[in-house]
């Protein structure tokens, strides 16, 4: 183990730190490894960095504390700071959260995940114990008490599509390894370093100081590349009504005006999935709508089972809650992929190709069919406001309403719960970008997640609407947004239940579904918000006067809003339930 260690130099950073010797031997002059970590995200282009301080990350807390190009902003919990990376990281491209080894990385760890299953590339800083203590095998606070350090190691290692220790000899390369991997597939990165290796000066020469819109996305092979293009031009030469996917990923790779190019080129129409609702501004005239499997939209329906080949641009995920409990009716042979790093075509296989290179080459082949105008559906007529002013607030009176308030260009949040069903729906101002986790759909996800929006983008507005069952599982993040200078619009639906699990239940009335009655209107002033727009709201006339006052000012707005207990959901019919959970033994019609 000694002569390992001897090998790989880090005995000889030990040995001569702070000395001249170590200075002079070629080795690079002062910079610690947290503050080469720091200066390097810093050039990335991140301005924020979201966590909980821990004893054994201090290191890492004061090199950011320290920079002035870059914002700590310290959360209620470290699992509420995933959450904002993960918002902040949907909004920059990218995203870092600090937390100490054992229990603050394991309590971010749900969050994390999150950002793994929807791809989203945040780089998670872990703090570990010395390197002193672990060659002694220590008992230490937040182990197991077994000595043992490595623990935990492989937990948030799964979280991520890599990770890495830093070392003083090491700290340049295995950075940047992180970073790439980590821009490449769009997914986290997990970083430790040893306390007092932390402290340590760096090894080597500092790479460049890229900035993320510089970072490579990917590589094509120029060969790969060429029987690609070729390979779809040919699906496409052949078709007669072609319609194309865009994915999330699209806007995850910033690829918007490379597929609109191409797109627009060929003159072929696009829908999206729940998870995909913006990835391409949906008022764009080549906008079928949106897709669902067979749950909604007719003449998306249509256009889908009747086209004789499907781009699928991205990646598209088949999962129940995107399709409409997998009932998409694409067919298999008609389909195309265009993944992030290559081209799928029934059983042949293309790659690696970078999307961005097949979607540039692909609009600028002159064999590229355009095809004639597709029969685009008419956009949906402006919603109809039901109810009189003494009502009190169902679904069908407050959605319509808060359509009319969005602006072009604001930021849209759907916490997971029956929010969802009503916001991927819903028509939306041009510009308007629009956000849930469909597929992780984590419960509480969307309040943390909307400090990070705030922070990611200052100049929008940010708008929450979450259920009160999501909101109190993270409600203490509306102080943080307060102290960070965030200004956000929260919708928080009281129906007093968890009414998303109503929904999915066989039976209803379940006391576990029930929740605490909080005041949810006070809690801005609770948790020390100052100058706040806070209401209470139970009837039309109130809802109505509330975002009309909204409307009026820049302050941050918390508005409760009381829903009727009438509107409590029935469960989805036992057919649809066995479709989803497949509890029960197939039917036999």
């Known amino acids: 183990m000694f002569a390992q260690w001897w090998a790989t130099g880090e005995f000889w950073a030990t040995v001569f730190l702070g000395t001249d010797s170590y200075r002079e031997g070629g080795m690079s002059g002062s910079m610690t490894v947290v503050e080469y970590v720091a200066q390097r995200f810093v050039a990335l282009g991140i ?197 194309a996917f865009v994915s999330h990923m699209i806007s995850r790779y910033r690829l918007e005006s490379s597929v609109a190019n191409f797109l627009e080129r060929a003159n072929i129409p696009f829908a999206t999935t729940p998870m995909d609702k913006t990835a391409i501004d949906p008022t764009h005239p080549l906008f079928l709508g949106m897709y669902s499997g067979g749950s909604m939209a007719p003449d998306v329906q249509r256009a889908v089972a009747e086209s004789d080949c499907v781009l699928d641009l991205g990646g598209v995920i088949w999962s129940d809650l995107n399709t409409g409990f997998w009932s998409d009716q694409v067919d298999q042979e008609s389909l195309v992929r265009l993944m992030p790093h290559d081209v799928q075509i029934g059983e042949d296989s293309y790659g690696p190709n970078w999307l961005g290179d097949v979607l540039r080459d692909l609009a600028e082949a002159a064999s590229l069919k355009r095809f004639p105008a597709a029969q685009i559906p008419e956009p949906p007529p402006s919603p109809t406001l039901a109810g009189s002013a003494n009502d009190p607030i169902s679904y069908a009176r407050f959605y319509p309403r808060l359509q009319r308030f969005l602006r072009a260009g604001d930021t849209v949040i759907s916490d997971t719960g029956t929010c969802m069903l009503h916001l991927t729906a819903m028509p939306l101002p041009p510009g308007t970008n629009f956000y849930t986790q469909t597929l992780w759909g984590s419960v509480g996800w969307g309040t943390p997640c909307s400090l990070g929006m705030c922070l990611a983008a200052p100049q929008q507005r940010t708008i929450l609407v979450t259920g009160d069952g999501a909101h109190q599982m993270t409600a203490m993040e509306v102080g943080t947004m307060d102290r960070y200078g965030a200004k956000p619009i929260l919708f928080v639906l009281n129906n007093s239940s968890y009414a998303v699990e109503e929904l999915i239940s066989r039976t209803t009335g379940h006391q576990y579904n029930d929740l605490a009655p909080w005041r949810y209107a006070e809690l801005p002033a609770v948790l020390g918000c100052r100058d706040w727009f806070a209401a209470k709201v139970t009837t039309v006339a109130e809802l109505e006067a509330a975002l009309e006052a909204i409307s009026q000012t820049d302050r941050a707005a918390y508005i409760e809003v009381v829903v009727d207990p009438a509107e409590q959901p029935h469960p989805l019919p036992g057919r649809m339930l066995d479709t989803l959970y497949k509890t029960s033994p197939p039917r036999q019609d």
């Open 47 to 243: 301005g924020h960095i979201f966590g909980v301080p821990g004893d054994y990350a201090f290191p890492f807390n004061d090199a950011f504390d320290d920079s002035p190009a870059i914002q700590w902003v310290g959360c209620c919990s470290e699992l509420n700071a995933a959450y904002a990376a993960d918002g902040y990281a949907r909004i920059r491209g990218a995203a870092l959260l600090s937390t100490t080894y054992g229990v603050g990385e394991l309590s971010a760890l749900n969050g994390v995940m999150g950002s793994r299953a929807e791809h989203l590339a945040v780089f998670h800083l872990v703090g570990h114990p010395s390197r002193r203590l672990q060659r002694i095998r220590a008992v230490t606070h937040h182990s197991l008490g077994d000595g043992d350090f490595n623990r935990f190691i492989p937990l948030s290692a799964a979280a991520c599509c890599v990770s890495v220790e830093l070392t003083p000899r090491n700290c340049i390369a295995e950075l940047e390894r992180a970073i790439e991997r980590a821009l490449t597939f769009c997914l986290p990165a997990h970083i430790y370093v040893p306390e007092d290796y932390a402290l340590m000066p760096i090894v080597g020469t500092p790479a460049p100081m890229r900035h993320l819109d510089e970072m490579p996305r990917g590589i094509s092979d120029a060969t790969e590349l060429r029987a690609a293009v070729a390979a779809v031009l040919e699906r496409l030469a052949k078709a007669e009504r072609p319609l």
